[in-house]
Every structure is written in C-alpha cells, then in structure tokens.
C-alpha cells in the first residue's frame, strides 16, 4: 500500500505576494485541501534576508564554538574542550543521521 505519491515540483517565483483572495477563489470548501502546497510559492525578499541571516549567523555559530574550543585546548584545559566539541559535533552528526534516514526512507517510495 502506498501512502503518498510523487508530484512534480512546485515552481518558485521572486515576487511580492499575490492577493490571497484571487488565489484561492476557484476553491471552495468542498475541495479544500489544507496540508496541501499552493501551486505557486513566494518568496519574498523578506524571506529571502531570513534565510541568509540564519544561514549567517548559524556558521558564526559554530566558528565561535570552534574558536571556543581552540582557546581552551592551547591553554592546556582539554576537559572545556573537550565538551565544547562534543556539543559542537553531536547534535550535527545526529541531525544528518535522522536526515539521512528520512531521505532513506522517502527513496524507497
């Protein structure tokens, strides 16, 4: 039995957004599907800011845990280190395991 199936990808245009009346105005409640993607994404520059300043200040993240790290191992206290890394790598290495697995478990569809 198969749960889902593949559809093709949703385009994504960079424009403001559309009148939320217009769009949905040929649905009526008999048809409404509320875990469903529009048919066409927006993505504001808005969003688009969001994403990089995320992006950005995840990386500055992780380089001033490393830093952390570095300045702790070279002035010979390798416990603080130590733990700095492992709260560095190990929610990394289990977020690309359980990624991998959904993407595992997707390919198999």
């Not at 733990?83 to 359980?98: D, E, G, I, K, R």
Request: charged share 20%; glycine share 0%; net charge negative.
């Amino acid at each position: 039995m198969k749960c889902s199936t593949r559809n093709a990808p949703k385009l994504i245009y960079f424009t403001p957004l559309p009148d939320v009346d217009s769009q949905w105005a040929e649905v009526d409640a008999a048809h409404d599907h509320a875990d469903r993607l529009p048919r066409r994404i927006f993505v504001s520059l808005a969003d688009l800011f969001c994403y990089v300043f995320a992006i950005a200040t995840f990386v500055g993240d992780v380089v001033s845990d490393l830093t952390v790290a570095y300045y702790h191992w070279t002035n010979d206290r390798i416990w603080p280190a130590s733990l700095v890394l492992t709260f560095v790598a190990l929610p990394s290495l289990l977020l690309n395991a359980m990624a991998f697995a959904w993407w595992f478990d997707d390919s198999r569809l």
